[in-house]
Nanobody, 118 residues
């Protein structure tokens, strides 16, 4: 059974930094075609923040470009999100996502709260 375990959320002041980590337990090495981070603010839909493909291709939503950096350790099935220059509008629950090569199955983490105070 694959499980995504997240860590690294918390409360930070505007302009501060946080680093999120997500590791897939119960998985085989390099089984995911893409791993990424989504976020959901209260009353809003869950939106993609950034993702990274096994090829190395990276996508960022415009609002985080230049501030967030996604990276991946494929051998460990772990993905990271370094968040710098945080703003109050970044406040949300952040969810890790991983999609398998086989059958494109999606797995989700439990979510980690990120709160940025002004």
């Amino acid at each position: 059974q694959v499980q995504l375990v997240e860590s690294g959320g918390g409360l930070v002041q505007s302009g501060g930094s946080l680093r999120l980590s997500c590791t897939a337990s119960g998985s085989s090495r390099s089984m995911f075609s893409v791993m990424g981070w989504y976020r959901q603010a209260p009353g809003k839909q869950r939106d993609l923040v950034a993702n990274i493909f096994s090829s190395g291709t990276i996508y960022y939503v415009d609002s985080v470009k230049g501030r967030f950096t996604i990276s991946r350790d494929a051998a460990k099935n772990t993905v990271y999100l370094q968040m710098n220059g945080l703003k109050p509008e970044d406040t949300a629950v952040y969810y890790c996502n991983a999609r398998t090569f086989f059958r494109s199955t999606d797995y989700w983490g439990q979510g980690t709260q990120v709160t940025v105070s002004s």
